[in-house]
């Protein structure tokens, strides 16, 4: 386990930070940046938008009733045998309610509900996608911190070597088991891993900059991460995934917009179809204003109102074309889609499969090398060897680690990106990376 304190070269911000774990751990940094990650927090509030739309749309089936009340001041034609008050002008009260019930409108309103259900799946799938990607980008920032703090371990541990290894150099020379040019070589190795080692310390502030930026983290110009660079067995990960639902969001994504494009063309249409509403009032209705508190001034009407368009200067036509025209591009969509999908499957399995063949190869070259090493202290102590091979060894040694430390990094990241590219669930990979079992 390696815990890294890495000092943020960020500017603080005026406003209070949100609370943070002392030290991130791969899950509370995924855990912290689906909380506060700007993208997936504005997904998660599309999703919300979506979802009270949808449910918006279900009320337009059932009734609406209204409080009406009016006041009229008008005045009958004379000419007009029925005029009330002798043509004379008078008032006219109303209270009560109204109704309106639609029974038919040519697809409107089961289109509208249809087309709000997929926009919401559309967003739901987005979300998702939101998740997924900021999980990997957390893992592969996180586990890049890692490895730029082993990589400063190893150099430091190399730079521990070489000011032994000075000090000996300096007593053979004293005792002319050395000559200058021995020291002065030794010398110069140490004096090449310090701007070797401000590097690697600089690559580890910037990794830290990139966690916190992906985070959201806007607390303390540190941040500290604790965590090791694992090695899943491969063999294991997929077992634990064996009967595992597998969601291909953005597949998924494509068919809700194939089925948007139907929704929409119902909806669009009805408006060229027939329209049937129950209307009704109930109420009372006077030329006194007193009079609407006796019940002998109530009325009453139910009505069924038909509507059906005649003409509408050939729009229909042209909206059919443009529908139709927009089904075929969800279609193609879809099928780019897919096709993307397949393509994005196969390529994580040649790199997961590149990344854990070169995990075993630099693992197996890591082992000899710390052997080689090991035997090459030995020999020099006891005169057996040169400085030259001693050196070459220790470089051997320091090139061996810090190849097999990247390729278990690789290897980290590529087995995630195999399991999320089949669609698995990224919660479920991170609990599985670290425990398969």
Do not use: C
Not at 44 to 57: F, G, P, Q, V, Y
Not at 335 to 352: F, G, M, V, Y
């Amino acid at each position: 386990m390696m815990t890294a304190l890495v000092t943020l070269a960020i500017v603080a911000h005026t406003h209070s930070a949100s609370a943070a774990p002392e030290s991130f751990t791969v899950h509370s940094a995924v855990t912290y940046a689906l909380e506060h990650n700007l993208d997936v927090q504005a997904a998660r509030e599309k999703l919300n938008e979506t979802d009270a739309i949808s449910s918006a749309a279900v009320s337009d089936l059932f009734p609406t009733i209204a409080l009406t009340a009016n006041g009229n001041y008008r005045k009958d034609s004379a000419t007009n045998p029925l005029a009330l008050f002798g043509a004379e002008p008078y008032n006219q009260y109303f209270a009560g309610l109204t109704l309106s019930q639609p029974l038919y409108a040519g697809g409107a309103l089961w289109g509208a509900i249809d087309s709000t259900k997929s926009a919401n799946q559309i967003a739901e799938a987005n979300y998702q996608i939101a998740v997924r990607d900021l999980t990997i980008n957390v893992i592969q920032a996180f586990y890049s911190v890692i490895l730029a703090e082993k990589n400063v371990a190893i150099l430091d541990e190399n730079r521990q070597i070489d000011e032994d290894l000075v000090k000996t150099i300096n007593t053979y020379h004293r005792l002319g088991r050395s000559q200058l040019l021995d020291v002065l070589q030794v010398k110069t190795q140490l004096a090449m891993l310090v701007p070797k080692i401000a590097q690697a310390r600089n690559q580890v502030k910037i990794a830290g900059i990139q966690l916190a930026t992906i985070l959201g983290y806007r607390g303390a110009p540190e941040i500290s991460v604790s965590g090791d660079l694992i090695e899943p067995d491969r063999k294991k990960f997929e077992a634990a995934f064996t009967g595992e639902t597998q969601r291909h969001w953005e597949n998924e994504r494509s068919s809700h917009q194939l089925d948007a494009v139907d929704a929409n063309r119902s909806l669009l249409l009805s408006k060229d179809l027939p329209a049937l509403s129950l209307l009704g009032t109930y109420g009372r209705s006077s030329y006194v204003k007193t009079d609407l508190l006796d019940s002998s001034a109530t009325t009453w009407a139910l009505t069924l109102q038909l509507s059906v368009p005649i003409f509408s200067g050939l729009s229909s036509i042209h909206e059919r074309n443009a529908l139709a025209s927009q089904q075929k591009q969800a279609e193609i969509q879809k099928e780019n889609t897919e096709d993307q999908s397949t393509l994005t499957q196969a390529q994580t399995q040649k790199e997961i499969d590149l990344a854990q063949e070169t995990l075993v190869s630099t693992k197996e070259a890591f082992d000899i090398a710390q052997k080689a090493i090991n035997e090459a202290k030995r020999q020099f102590r006891l005169g057996l060897t040169n400085l030259i091979n001693y050196l070459q060894a220790e470089q051997s040694f320091l090139d061996a680690e810090t190849i097999y430390y990247q390729a278990k990094f690789n290897y980290l990241v590529a087995l995630f990106k195999y399991g999320a590219a089949r669609g698995y669930s990224p919660q479920k990979l991170l609990a599985k990376m670290e425990n398969p079992s």
